[in-house]
């Protein structure tokens, strides 16, 4: 035992089983109420049986999937989940491909780049072999892109994401029968949220072309909802608006950028429009546990 330089060694291999369960469709190759086999798995994802057995025995440790006898594999609930959830395999897509290689380089990138704030000066551009920004070049791969907005939406309709407070203590006022800009909306999560709370309102969603193309809108909101391909450093393009939502947009970006999201949209507004921001907020040091805080930072 190395005492307290015990915790200072992270396992390097917590992710790969689950990235595994996401790329080979792990969770869906036997249905949720029955069980399995290594081999009958291994044969339905084009694997090795002993790649199975290892990555699914990993992924048991942290309680996906079972073994209720030996070389049997049953569900548990998070097992469960990947298989019936579309959005949870998107989201562990977007974390295995995009976040976690980019991590990996983040120091990296803080060396090369002292201080920089450029968003195409990061542990991404550096995993990626690229000097282009992340969301720009996620655009560019029509699958990326969209699991990513797949992605966004399932961060977004998780509860501790949701916008019901802000729905209910908000002053909507006249806003709550105009028209609502949701700016980076996604697949528009959240947009469906707020228009079956106020049920007058009418709404835009905005993102990457990727990302809106061929999204369904629900049948009881296809006379108040839209979609729009938009990039938010631009000039926001939908003049007039009585309010412009940016929900958990900011906090992927610099100070630098976070401003010039923000300055694209003044020359929209008119005279009374809001500007609503829905976002993360750190708390104050020493205020929350480590184990608490560390879900925050």
């Not at 006898?69 to 562990?92: K, M, N, Q, W, Y």
């Not at 309709?157 to 916008?163: H, L, M, Q, Y």
């Not at 079956?196 to 809108?217: A, W």
């Not at 708390?283 to 925050?296: D, G, V």
């Given at each position: 035992?190395?005492?307290?330089?015990?915790?200072?060694?992270?396992?390097?291999?917590?992710?790969?089983?689950?990235?595994?369960?996401?790329?080979?469709?792990?969770?869906?190759?036997?249905?949720?109420?029955?069980?399995?086999?290594?081999?009958?798995?291994?044969?339905?994802?084009?694997?090795?049986?002993?790649?199975?057995?290892?990555?699914?025995?990993?992924?048991?440790?942290f309680y996906i999937f079972h073994e209720p006898?030996?070389?049997?594999?049953?569900?548990?609930?998070?097992?469960?989940?990947?298989?019936?959830?579309?959005?949870?395999?998107?989201?562990?897509g977007f974390i295995s491909e995009e976040m976690?290689?980019?991590?990996?380089?983040?120091?990296?990138?803080?060396?090369?780049?002292?201080?920089?704030?450029?968003?195409?000066?990061?542990?991404?551009?550096?995993?990626?072999?690229?000097?282009?920004?992340?969301?720009?070049?996620?655009?560019?791969?029509?699958?990326?892109?969209?699991?990513?907005?797949?992605?966004?939406?399932?961060?977004?309709?998780?509860?501790?994401?949701?916008?019901?407070?802000?729905?209910?203590?908000?002053?909507?006022?006249?806003?709550?029968?105009?028209?609502?800009?949701?700016?980076?909306?996604?697949?528009?999560?959240?947009?469906?949220?707020?228009?079956?709370?106020?049920?007058?309102?009418?709404?835009?969603?905005?993102?990457?072309?990727?990302?809106?193309?061929?999204?369904?809108?629900?049948?009881?909101?296809?006379?108040?909802?839209?979609?729009?391909?938009?990039?938010?450093?631009?000039?926001?393009?939908?003049?007039?608006?009585?309010?412009?939502?940016?929900?958990?947009?900011?906090?992927?970006?610099?100070?630098?950028?976070?401003?010039?999201?923000?300055?694209?949209?003044?020359?929209?507004?008119?005279?009374g429009a809001r500007v609503v921001v829905c976002?993360?907020?750190?708390?104050?040091?020493?205020?929350?546990?480590?184990?608490?805080?560390?879900?925050?930072?």
């Open positions: 035992m190395l005492g307290p330089a015990e915790s200072l060694v992270p396992p390097p291999n917590s992710w790969i089983s689950v990235t595994a369960l996401q790329r080979f469709h792990i969770a869906k190759s036997f249905p949720p109420n029955s069980t399995s086999t290594f081999s009958k798995i291994a044969e339905a994802c084009s694997i090795p049986e002993s790649d199975a057995r290892s990555l699914i025995r990993h992924a048991m440790s006898s030996p070389g049997v594999v049953a569900h548990t609930a998070s097992s469960r989940a990947l298989a019936r959830i579309p959005p949870v395999e998107d989201f562990i976690l290689p980019a991590s990996t380089r983040l120091v990296d990138a803080m060396i090369k780049w002292l201080g920089s704030q450029e968003s195409n000066e990061t542990g991404y551009a550096l995993a990626n072999g690229t000097d282009v920004p992340m969301m720009k070049y996620i655009s560019k791969d029509a699958r990326r892109a969209q699991q990513m907005g797949r992605a966004m939406s399932f961060l977004k309709s998780r509860p501790s994401e949701s916008v019901q407070r802000v729905l209910e203590s908000f002053a909507w006022g006249n806003a709550a029968e105009g028209l609502l800009v949701d700016v980076g909306g996604a697949k528009g999560t959240v947009a469906f949220e707020l228009l079956r709370f106020l049920p007058k309102i009418k709404c835009i969603v905005q993102d990457q072309t990727e990302v809106v193309k061929d999204t369904e809108t629900p049948d009881d909101l296809q006379e108040r909802l839209s979609f729009m391909a938009h990039d938010f450093f631009q000039e926001q393009p939908v003049k007039g608006a009585d309010t412009y939502l940016l929900s958990n947009v900011l906090h992927d970006w610099s100070d630098k950028h976070a401003a010039q999201i923000i300055g694209n949209l003044v020359p929209a507004l008119k005279k976002d993360r907020c750190l708390p104050a040091p020493c205020k929350l546990s480590p184990y608490q805080e560390r879900k925050q930072r």
